[in-house]
T-cell receptor, first 114, second 113 residues
Framework: AQSVTQLDSQVPVFEEAPVELRCNYSSSVSVYLFWYVQYPNQGLQLLLKYLSGSTLVKGINGFEAEFNKSQTSFHLRKPSVHISDTAEYFCAVMLTGTASKLTFGTGTRLQVTL | DGGITQSPKYLFRKEGQNVTLSCEQNLNHDAMYWYRQDPGQGLRLIYYSQIVNDFQKGDIAEGYSVSREKKESFPLTVTSAQKNPTAFYLC????????????FGPGTRLTVT
């Protein structure tokens, strides 16, 4: 069975600083990878996804992620964060060729301060 | 505007009562999903449906039931058999159920006392 690990439960960062949120996965078959963002008491919004092709994926709000198959990682990065980026971020995997069931990590709380 | 609606936003029930959470989508998506979210545990899949009149158990289906009589609707019933029902419940949908991203509703926060 597949699993997702987000090692950092909380990441504090100052505004305009760069940030990286880490995501590692385990799976015996190929996967699709997703990053979602959740603002307090709201649903999830897709930031970006990797299905195939270029391993560097650009998403909304200036975020990007890089798929590294050898390290089974899909870390999320932003070169300069804003206060409005404060939210919970979830990494998720989906097995290829199956019903699109997502397996989520436990989330990383990004706290941006002045 | 197309999207997913969940009602109500907040729901309170007494222990031992069944409660049904509503999920409606007007995106014309075939697949729909129910997740449960608890602090520090991420989202866990309860049930999913890829087509009308068919659904499958997810990872934590015990104590829950669903129906899919219409393409746009996928209600979730939290039964009295669910030992710890207090949680944030999220409904999602996707175009075909294979490879597609999922779109999420705003969620329903259920509190059982």
């Amino acid at each position: 069975a597949q699993s997702v690990t987000q090692l950092d439960s909380q990441v504090p960062v100052f505004e305009e600083a760069p940030v990286e949120l880490r995501c590692n996965y385990s799976s015996s078959v190929s996967v699709y990878l997703f990053w979602y963002v959740q603002y307090p008491n709201q649903g999830l919004q897709l930031l970006l996804k990797y299905l195939s092709g270029s391993t560097l994926v650009k998403g909304i709000n200036g975020f990007e992620a890089e798929f590294n198959k050898s390290q089974t990682s899909f870390h999320l990065r932003k070169p300069s964060v804003h206060i409005s980026d404060t939210a919970e971020y979830f990494c998720a995997v989906m097995l290829t060729g199956t019903a699109s069931k997502l397996t989520f990590g436990t989330g990383t709380r990004l706290q941006v301060t002045l | 505007d197309g999207g997913i609606t969940q009602s109500p936003k907040y729901l309170f029930r007494k222990e031992g009562q069944n409660v049904t959470l509503s999920c409606e989508q007007n995106l014309n998506h075939d697949a729909m999903y129910w997740y449960r979210q608890d602090p520090g545990q991420g989202l866990r899949l309860i049930y999913y449906s890829q087509i009308v009149n068919d659904f499958q158990k997810g990872d934590i289906a015990e104590g829950y039931s669903v129906s899919r009589e219409k393409k746009e609707s996928f209600p979730l019933t939290v039964t009295s058999a669910q030992k710890n029902p207090t949680a944030f419940y999220l409904c999602a949908s996707s175009i075909s159920g294979v490879r597609d991203e999922q779109y999420f509703g705003p969620g329903t926060r259920l509190t059982v006392t």
